[in-house]
């Protein structure tokens, strides 16, 4: 079967550093996503990784491990705006993406 | 500036009934996609389509249909609605994979059904 695995819930402090962690089991691997979603909204695309390694985008940067099968999201300089949930996503060899259940972050002043 | 809407944003409607979620997407994408999303679960996929005429089953169609009679549009039907279908419904889009690969969502439907 197809699964994807990230934490229920996390709690951060305003201006700290907070790593959200994926780890994936699909058939077949085409990219993996990281989207955002606020209470009562869409989900908004973050990031995506095809390839080993770290992708920087100002505070957030994306790593992926394709041989692991894992992926994390790292939040710097943690904003209370960044209170939301964080989706991961993994595109499958049929070009579908897979969700993950998503991660609360709960950012405490 | 292009964007991705859905309507109605609420709907609250009684077992049995027809419903047709409406999804309008003027970024002229050739991919939609229709999503639930649940508690504790991840987005599940419906319905797709990758072009005017073209339709797919995703991951949990049953009791929900789909039409792509033109590139802006893809309205979802229940076709006898149940109350395992009370959830938030995303609509979504995509250029497709030689162009850029994010998904575009829309705002949401939020259905009940009692």
């Known amino acids: 079967g197809q699964n994807i695995d990230q934490p229920t819930e996390m709690t951060a402090t305003e201006g700290a550093i907070v790593q959200i962690n994926c780890t994936y089991q699909?058939?077949?691997?085409?990219?993996l996503f990281w989207y955002q979603q606020h209470a009562g909204e869409a989900p908004t695309f973050l990031s995506y990784?095809?390839l080993d390694g770290l992708e920087e985008k100002g505070r957030f940067s994306s790593f992926l491990s394709r041989s692991k099968g894992y992926s994390y999201l790292l939040l710097k300089e943690l904003q209370m705006k960044d209170s939301a949930s964080y989706l991961c996503a993994v595109e499958d060899s049929n070009y579908q993406l897979i969700w993950g259940a998503g991660t609360k972050l709960i950012i405490k002043p | 500036d292009a964007e991705i809407t859905q309507s109605p944003r609420h709907k609250i409607t009684e077992t049995g009934r027809q419903v047709t979620l409406a999804c309008h997407q003027t970024?002229?994408?050739?991919?939609m996609f229709w999503y639930r999303q649940d508690l504790g679960h991840g987005l599940r996929l419906i319905h797709y389509?990758?072009?005017?005429?073209?339709?797919n089953k995703g991951e949990v169609s049953d009791g929900y249909s789909v039409s792509r009679s033109n590139t802006e549009d893809l309205p979802l039907t229940l076709e006898s609605a149940a109350s395992s279908q009370t959830s938030v419904y995303f609509c979504a889009s995509s250029a497709g994979r030689d162009d850029s690969y994010e998904q575009y969502f829309g705002p949401g439907t939020r259905l009940t059904v009692t």
């Open positions: 990784n095809v």
């Open positions: 699909t058939s077949g691997f085409n990219g």
């Open positions: 970024w002229n994408h050739n991919n």
């Open positions: 389509s990758y072009g005017v005429q073209d339709t």
